[in-house]
């Protein structure tokens, strides 16, 4: 399918490569724009992103899992390893071959990789994030999100545009009579007429949540760093809330990887 997204708006990953055991078991590359992911070959590329984005797939059971990518950031292009340590229980990190990796040297924080992954299950977070943000101390939520945003959440900064980003959120509508609303507290509520929304009106609206939450962010860091780049975008989900929300993902301008789950 065509995208307009373009290659160095963001964090692309223009090839990946999985091995194991001294083998080669999948190799491919990838568009800028927009990916289709199938079949096991997709959840092993699914998983294989998890372990170079965010240090942990936890669909990789084998031990000897070794993922190399190929990325592109701000018109740059490097390389990324992976590897599964035993000990720590996670995926080791190496650039361009043998030089150790700290995802905080390049990637963005920890809250943010975690948006970055749209994921089958336990979606309902993404509709009470901004509550946790504007009230972490009543969610006992204050010492892992300075973690978690390396101490962003903190700044005055960042309290006074969470402020103005809730204070100019209109309801957005979308089908089955429903709109997306984000109430003063920082909750995503979905306003319909029926009593409640069915599976896949739930399933969109989860992703509706996920993506304003990412345009937050977006929008935080623009300021921040001019050179920020935003990491792909990896969605577990099914066709029909996928096309729904189509346009407005594109509209973040990052790669998309998409699984129908």
């Given at each position: 399918?065509?995208?307009?997204?373009?290659?160095?708006?963001?964090?692309?990953?223009?090839?990946?490569?999985?091995?194991?055991?001294?083998?080669?078991?999948?190799?491919?590359?990838?568009?800028?724009?927009?990916?289709?992911?199938?079949?096991?070959?997709?959840?092993?590329?699914?998983?294989?992103?998890?372990?170079?984005?965010?240090?942990?797939?936890?669909?990789?059971?084998?031990?000897?899992?070794?993922?190399?990518?190929?990325?592109?950031?701000?018109?740059?292009?490097?390389?990324?390893?992976?590897?599964?340590?035993?000990?720590?229980?996670?995926?080791?990190?190496?650039?361009?071959?043998?030089?150790?990796?700290?995802?905080?040297?390049?990637?963005?924080?920890?809250?943010?990789?975690?948006?970055?992954?749209?994921?089958?299950?336990?979606?309902?977070?993404?509709?009470?994030?901004?509550?946790?943000?504007?009230?972490?101390?009543?969610?006992?939520?204050?010492?892992?999100?300075?973690?978690?945003?390396?101490?962003?959440?903190?700044t005055h900064f960042f309290r006074l545009y969470l402020k103005e980003y809730l204070d100019r959120f209109l309801p957005r509508s979308f089908p089955g009579q429903t709109d997306l609303v984000l109430c003063p507290d920082g909750r995503f509520l979905p306003e319909k007429k029926a009593k409640r929304l069915t599976g896949p009106e739930k399933e969109e609206f989860d992703l509706r949540c996920f993506v304003f939450l990412n345009r937050f962010w977006q929008e935080v860091e623009a300021v921040r760093d001019l050179h920020h780049a935003p990491l792909p975008l990896v969605i577990f989900a099914s066709a029909a809330a996928f096309a729904a929300c189509r346009k407005e993902l594109q509209s973040l301008g990052r790669q998309i990887f998409f699984l129908s789950s």
């Open positions: 399918m065509k995208s307009s997204i373009r290659a160095g708006q963001g964090l692309t990953v223009r090839a990946i490569r999985i091995e194991t055991g001294g083998g080669e078991e999948y190799a491919a590359e990838f568009d800028p724009g927009f990916v289709a992911l199938n079949g096991k070959e997709g959840e092993a590329v699914a998983a294989a992103l998890c372990a170079i984005l965010q240090g942990a797939a936890p669909n990789a059971k084998k031990e000897d899992v070794r993922i190399r990518a190929e990325l592109e950031r701000n018109g740059e292009r490097f390389r990324l390893s992976a590897a599964r340590d035993p000990q720590a229980g996670a995926f080791r990190l190496m650039m361009n071959g043998d030089s150790p990796c700290d995802p905080r040297s390049f990637f963005p924080c920890e809250e943010e990789r975690a948006l970055a992954f749209f994921p089958p299950r336990k979606r309902e977070a993404f509709a009470e994030r901004f509550r946790r943000y504007r009230d972490p101390e009543r969610f006992s939520f204050v010492r892992e999100l300075e973690k978690r945003t390396y101490g962003i959440c903190r």
